[in-house]
């Protein structure tokens, strides 16, 4: 079965200190996707990123990046220069391609979620 | 372009009682999926349907039903309300499935006393 675990419960930094969410995944698919959301404190849930399996490159989207590496089964998420707007919960999600039913149509898995706080 | 809805946005219910939450998106897209999110939790699955007349369970669906007659709507509805189902439910909407990312509603918040 799939599994998400975001180790990490809770994170406290300065403004402007860089700062990494950990994401570890099991899936017995060779073909699965990967995601990040934001939830702010308001609640609703913002897309952030999507990575598919075939696809190792890290990407930079202004001061966010990731880093996919399936060696370690890892899609971790770094913050750099962090703001207090970047205070929110956030949530690594797995899609498996079929799954143990032969198509798994795209129900997610959650990890626990990384609360970060960001002070001025 | 509206999104994905859902209403209401907050609900206190009795035990026993029975609602429905409401989902509807304008984006023409096949799979929708409700989701609960309980304190300090991540989402778990509660149903899911890949279009209208098709649904299917998730991994937490007792005490819940759904149905899709439409490409549009995904009423969730509650049967019996017990203090186990105080969440937050969060209505989804993807246009492919695994290869998507998933489109979330603002969230209802219930909570069963």
């Known amino acids: 079965a799939q599994k998400v675990t975001q180790a990490q419960t809770e994170i406290s930094v300065v403004e402007k200190e860089d700062v990494t969410l950990d994401c570890v995944y099991e899936?017995?698919?060779?073909?699965?996707?990967l995601f990040w959301y934001k939830q702010p404190p308001s609640g609703e849930l913002v897309f952030l990123i999507r990575?598919?399996?075939?696809?190792?490159q890290n990407e930079i989207s202004g001061r966010y990046s990731w880093n996919f590496q399936k060696s370690t089964s890892s899609f971790n998420f770094t913050i750099t220069a962090s703001q207090v707007v970047d205070s929110a919960v956030y949530f690594c999600?797995?899609?498996?391609?079929?799954?143990?039913?032969?198509?798994?149509?795209?129900?997610?898995?959650f990890g626990q979620g990384t609360i970060l706080t960001v002070h001025p | 372009n509206a999104g994905v809805t859902q209403t209401p946005k907050f609900r206190i219910l009795k035990i026993g009682q029975s609602m429905t939450l409401q989902c509807t998106q304008d984006?023409?897209?096949?799979?929708m999926y409700w989701y609960r999110q309980d304190p300090g939790m991540g989402l778990k699955l509660i149903y899911y349907?890949?279009?209208?007349?098709?649904?299917d369970k998730g991994e937490v669906p007792n005490g819940y039903n759904v149905s899709r007659s439409t490409t549009e709507d995904f009423p969730l509805r509650l049967e019996l309300a017990a203090p186990s189902q105080t969440s937050v439910y969060f209505c989804?909407?993807?246009?492919?499935?695994?290869?998507?990312?998933?489109?979330f509603g603002p969230g209802t918040r219930l909570t069963v006393l």
């Open positions: 989804a909407s993807s246009y492919h499935g695994s290869y998507n990312e998933q489109f």
């Open positions: 984006m023409n897209h096949n799979y």
């Open positions: 899936t017995r698919d060779t073909t699965y996707y």
């Open positions: 990575r598919n399996s075939f696809d190792e």
């Open positions: 349907s890949v279009g209208a007349g098709i649904t």
């Open positions: 999600a797995l899609s498996e391609a079929l799954g143990a039913g032969g198509t798994s149509y795209g129900k997610l898995t």
